[in-house]
Nanobody
Framework: VQLQASGGGLVLPGGSLRLSCAASGRAFSNYHMAWFRQAPGKEREFVASTTWGGSNVYYRRYADSVKGRFAISRDNAKNTVYLQMNSLIPDDTAVYYC????????????????WGQGTLVTVSS
């Protein structure tokens, strides 16, 4: 699976952005997807994840720091996963990466087999 993240940019505090991650290659709908982020000088951290959507049931997981502000979704027909980010704060500034795994909606980055190249989100006034 090849992953291409996009949608990053500069946004004011309190603003919104929607990131997209387009997949190609093996059947996208077979994979569980996630977003991670890495801020300058910090380690990569989990943001959100979703299962592949069997029987149209999605199990989503969020980091405490983004609960109620971010929403992960996917469109298997378009081979794309999204991260809607609202009420952005400066601490959300980071490079955001999408990732895919075959095991589940998991926060542990070590289980992810495929990674996108990252898209930079900067929250600043």
């Amino acid at each position: 699976v090849q992953l291409q993240a996009s949608g990053g940019g500069l946004v004011l505090p309190g603003g919104s952005l929607r990131l997209s991650c387009a997949a190609s290659g093996r059947a996208f709908s077979n994979y569980h997807m996630a977003w991670f982020r890495q801020a300058p000088g910090k380690e990569r951290e989990f943001v959100a994840s979703t299962t592949w959507g069997g029987s149209n049931v999605y199990y989503r997981r969020y980091a405490d720091s983004v609960k109620g502000r971010f929403a992960i979704s996917r469109d298997n027909a378009k081979n794309t996963v999204y991260l809607q980010m609202n009420s952005l704060i400066p601490d959300d500034t980071a490079v955001y990466y999408c990732a895919a795994n075959s095991k589940g909606s998991i926060a542990d980055s070590s289980v992810y087999d495929y990674w996108g190249q990252g898209t930079l989100v900067t929250v600043s006034s």
